[in-house]
């Protein structure tokens, strides 16, 4: 599981603190998948990256007890000047696994040919996207992170294929996404919270979250 306790993070705007937690204490636990409602602006991104270890509370504790990966469509660890097989081989390693498993998959998954061997640094934003989706599908966690603001591909082949994977994945496993807009949580979680005045209100339904939601909004 992923627990806060009393987790404080705010940022300097040049003009104003913006709190994006405040002395916050919740828990995401196996097998409850769970959906952030916030509106854009207000530090979805944020919580993200520190459920995923990327950044650091200002106060307080964070503690992981289970796999957690990083957010879908993060490039952070990706080295622009190698390859994707280059990196993806590297990736294997920091967490283990066989590099030939994982070149191999992220070379299928991906589908873009002889680029799999040219620096990632010369690669579309969409080529990017689909190399960073296929290094989380060929790695297994518990807890997957989704940010809305992930990047995006347009290849249909390629959302067909990693669509599929990422189905059977979450099957067996636990995710968290965070969107301002309801439908997007709705596609992987039928419960929900709301990040409203630096806490994280949690809720057993989607609609109770909704209602608190449209009120905030």
């Known amino acids: 599981m992923i627990v806060f306790e009393n987790v404080s993070k705010s940022f300097w705007t040049g003009k104003q603190r913006k709190v994006i937690l405040e002395r916050a204490s919740f828990r995401v636990e196996l097998g409850?998948?769970?959906?952030?409602?916030?509106?854009?602006?207000?530090?979805?991104?944020?919580?993200?990256n520190m459920m995923a270890g990327l950044e650091k509370p200002d106060e307080g504790d964070i503690r992981r007890s289970s796999r957690v990966s990083f957010p879908l469509g993060f490039m952070g660890g990706v080295v622009s000047k190698h390859s994707a097989r280059e990196n993806a081989r590297f990736i294997a390693?920091?967490?283990g696994l066989d590099p030939d498993y994982v070149e191999a998959f992220s070379r299928w998954l991906t589908g873009i040919a002889?680029?799999?061997?040219?620096?990632v640094g010369t690669y579309s934003s969409g080529m990017r996207a689909r190399f960073t989706f296929s290094l989380l599908l060929a790695l297994e966690f518990d807890i997957y992170?989704?940010?809305?603001?992930m990047p995006s591909t347009t290849d249909v082949e390629f959302n067909r294929k990693a669509g599929s994977i990422l189905r059977d994945r979450l099957r067996d496993s636990t995710v968290v996404v965070v969107s301002h807009q309801p439908a997007t949580i709705e596609k992987f979680c039928n419960r929900a919270a709301v990040l409203r005045d630096g806490q994280l209100y949690q809720f057993d339904t989607l609609e109770e979250a909704k209602r608190l939601y449209d009120y905030q909004s």
């Open 93 to 95: 390693r920091l967490y």
């Open 32 to 48: 409850h998948s769970l959906g952030i409602l916030a509106p854009n602006g207000t530090g979805k991104t944020t919580i993200i």
């Open 145 to 149: 992170l989704i940010d809305e603001g």
């Open 114 to 119: 002889e680029y799999f061997d040219q620096p």
